[in-house]
């Protein structure tokens, strides 16, 4: 049983609280602390964000610890951002194996698209603002976990751009880096966005901050297709004849979409939706439940552009 362990801040990830743990414990090597925290040293690539054998990191926690698995993986990983777009099985499965010791996949479990697809390196992310403030009022920087969801560009509480820190989130070696003004550098030219693009990405923020925080239950990709195909047979996109033929109008659809979110949100977002006019986002509306890996982000953007309301469209 571990001797002590940090009090969690709020929005903190739990991979920032091993890292203070391995701190303070003086340990000389982040193994060792991976033998502390959960009795065996894991490969997993994604535990950053998704930390998984936390049944044995609670079951080891000192005796007065009141840490439940629940709250570490609803308020403390990414699990409740991927659990988005699972149906209430997979979401089970996904948290059945973050709570367990895995061999498998995380990634494959959750239906990350994992990052063959020549994506540049994700580094952990912070405001500037909060690594002040909660060194002000904490005597300490942490990461938090909001600032880690995929698409979410802006610090929901100061609204600025995040900036990349230079700790890796996807990588085989195991590490405990906490944040500090070393590993958080805060550069002068930071990305500026016009307003239109600013109104655009906060927007997205609140969506998806939404959409972890409610509790929908996801009635699969097939489900999703038909939804979508009814929304665009509704705008005039598409026409549906007998026999499941069909008539997709994919250039109308990409300029009213490319319209809707503008060019430099996207590109923002994720390059390979301005690329190919608009292909990317077609393959998705249409093809949505043939990829074993899910894209969230362009879900939402989908179903946010087709239906005006996160939470209209899946009630
Ligand atoms: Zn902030």
Same mark, same amino acid.
């Given at each position: %049983? @571990?001797?002590?362990?940090?009090? @969690?801040?709020?929005?903190?990830?739990?991979?920032?609280?091993?890292?203070?743990?391995?701190?303070?414990?003086?340990?000389?090597?982040? !193994?060792?602390?991976?033998?502390? @925290?959960?009795?065996?040293?894991?490969?997993?690539?994604? !535990?950053?964000?998704?930390?998984?054998?936390?049944?044995? @990191?609670? $079951?080891?926690?000192?005796?007065?610890?009141?840490?439940?698995?629940?709250?570490?993986?609803?308020?403390?990983?990414?699990?409740?951002?991927?659990?988005?777009?699972?149906?209430?099985?997979?979401?089970?499965?996904?948290?059945?194996? %973050?709570? !367990?010791?895995?061999?498998?996949?995380?990634?494959?479990?959750?239906?990350?698209?994992?990052?063959?697809?020549?994506?540049?390196?994700?580094?952990?992310?912070?405001?500037?603002?909060?690594?002040?403030?909660?060194?002000?009022?904490?005597?300490?920087?942490?990461?938090?976990?909001?600032?880690?969801?995929?698409?979410?560009?802006?610090?929901?509480?100061?609204?600025?751009?995040?900036?990349?820190?230079?700790?890796?989130?996807?990588? $085989?070696?195991?590490?405990?880096?906490?944040?500090?003004?070393?590993?958080c550098l805060v550069i002068t030219d930071v990305k500026s966005f016009t307003n239109q693009a600013l109104k655009t990405l906060l927007t997205l923020t609140n969506d998806i901050n939404l959409l972890i925080h409610s509790n929908f239950a996801f009635k699969g990709l097939v489900w999703l297709r038909t939804q979508y195909q009814r929304y665009l047979v509704n705008k005039g996109l598409l026409q549906i004849f007998p026999g499941g033929k069909f008539k997709f109008d994919e250039y109308a659809f990409s300029k009213l979409i490319f319209d809707f979110y503008g060019q430099e949100s996207l590109e923002a977002l994720n390059p390979k939706l301005t690329q190919h006019q608009g292909k990317y986002f077609s393959h998705c509306l249409l093809g949505c439940d043939l990829n074993p890996a899910i894209d969230r982000i362009t879900h939402i953007l989908m179903v946010k552009f087709l239906a005006n309301s996160i939470e209209a469209f899946f009630q």
């Open positions: %049983m @571990l001797s002590f362990f940090p009090t @969690l801040y709020p929005d903190e990830l739990l991979y920032s609280t091993l890292a203070r743990y391995h701190i303070r414990s003086g340990n000389k090597n982040f !193994k060792q602390t991976d033998l502390e @925290l959960f009795g065996y040293s894991s490969q997993q690539v994604c !535990k950053v964000t998704l930390t998984n054998n936390l049944n044995y @990191l609670v $079951k080891n926690l000192p005796l007065r610890s009141q840490q439940t698995v629940d709250n570490l993986l609803q308020n403390h990983t990414l699990y409740p951002f991927y659990a988005t777009f699972l149906i209430p099985q997979e979401a089970w499965l996904l948290k059945d194996s %973050m709570s !367990k010791k895995l061999s498998g996949s995380i990634l494959e479990v959750a239906k990350v698209a994992t990052g063959s697809s020549g994506e540049s390196k994700k580094f952990l992310k912070f405001c500037p603002k909060c690594l002040e403030e909660d060194t002000q009022q904490y005597g300490e920087p942490y990461w938090h976990r909001t600032h880690q969801v995929p698409g979410i560009l802006f610090c929901p509480i100061h609204g600025v751009v995040l900036c990349d820190s230079c700790v890796a989130v996807e990588s $085989k070696g195991i590490h405990y880096y906490a944040a500090s003004l070393d590993n």
